[in-house]
């Protein structure tokens, strides 16, 4: 490599002297990611129920390891599903990735770079991915309550707030049901999941849980 275009790579995964210092961030090169997801190609796109495995990045940066999840994922979905049930998957392929990102301009750009995605997978098989779709609406909403603004080390928001996130179970009674439970980030160190502090949601159709209706509506 030339020592302008290793120059150029390293601006890329270097924002400033002073984001590294202050927030150790350098960003993971796209092959150095790719080689990483190798190691779990199994869970990711293989095993029987890769689309629900659970990922979480607790420093998101810009997303780069939260795309390149969600990319190998709705590869699989392509791959192994029906063209019928690409919907449903693609969303549940979503609500089972988490991350948490202390900056904001950061976490702005993985929501973004999610939805991008995901918009791109639909859009090129000639699924209507719009703003006003219900298919957009639960994307958004699922990226925006899974990615999340905090402190992954205090388990607080920058408010000072528990860092909540939640499961996006399914009802196994009934395909493309989900039922939501938001639990703390905290919780997970603790004795285990907490879901009693917070709202409890009506079981739904995984492309209305931006709907967000309460259990006790
Ligand atoms: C080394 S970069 C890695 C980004 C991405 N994971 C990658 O590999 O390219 C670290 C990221 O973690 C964020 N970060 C640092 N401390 C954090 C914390 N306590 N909680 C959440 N995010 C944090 C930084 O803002 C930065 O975006």
């Known amino acids: 490599m030339s020592s302008i275009t290793q120059t150029i790579v390293e ?5 400033s002297q002073h984001r590294v210092k202050t927030y150790g961030e350098v960003f993971t090169p796209r092959s150095m990611v790719e080689q990483m997801l190798d190691l779990v190609r199994e869970e990711l796109e293989t ?34 599903y029906s063209h019928d049930e690409w919907l449903t998957a693609s969303l549940f392929a979503l609500a089972s990735i988490y991350g948490i ?8 750009d993985a ?5 991008t995605e995901f918009s791109q997978f639909h859009e090129e098989h000639g699924v209507p991915c719009g703003p006003r779709s219900s298919l957009h609406q639960a994307a958004v ?8 603004h905090g402190n992954t080390l205090t388990g607080l928001t920058l408010q000072g707030e528990e860092i909540q996130l939640s499961w996006w179970n399914r009802v196994v009674a009934a395909p493309g049901m989900v039922q ?15 879901f009693t502090i917070y709202d409890r949601y009506r079981a739904c159709g995984i492309d209305e849980v931006h709907e967000e209706a309460r259990a006790d509506a």
Request: no cysteine; net charge negative; hydrophobic share 45%.
């Open 141 to 148: 909403f699922l990226i925006n309550t899974n990615i999340v």
């Open 180 to 194: 939501r439970e938001p639990f703390t980030l905290a919780s997970l160190r603790d004795d285990g999941f907490d």
């Open 47 to 80: 095993s029987p129920n890769f689309v629900d495995k659970t990922f979480f990045e607790p420093a998101a940066g810009d997303g780069n390891f939260l795309v390149a999840i969600l990319r190998r994922k709705l590869r699989a979905v392509e791959k192994n």
């Open 11 to 15: 601006k890329l995964l270097v924002k």
């Open 101 to 108: 990102e202390l900056l904001e301009d950061n976490l702005s």
């Open 111 to 115: 929501q973004e770079a999610m939805l």
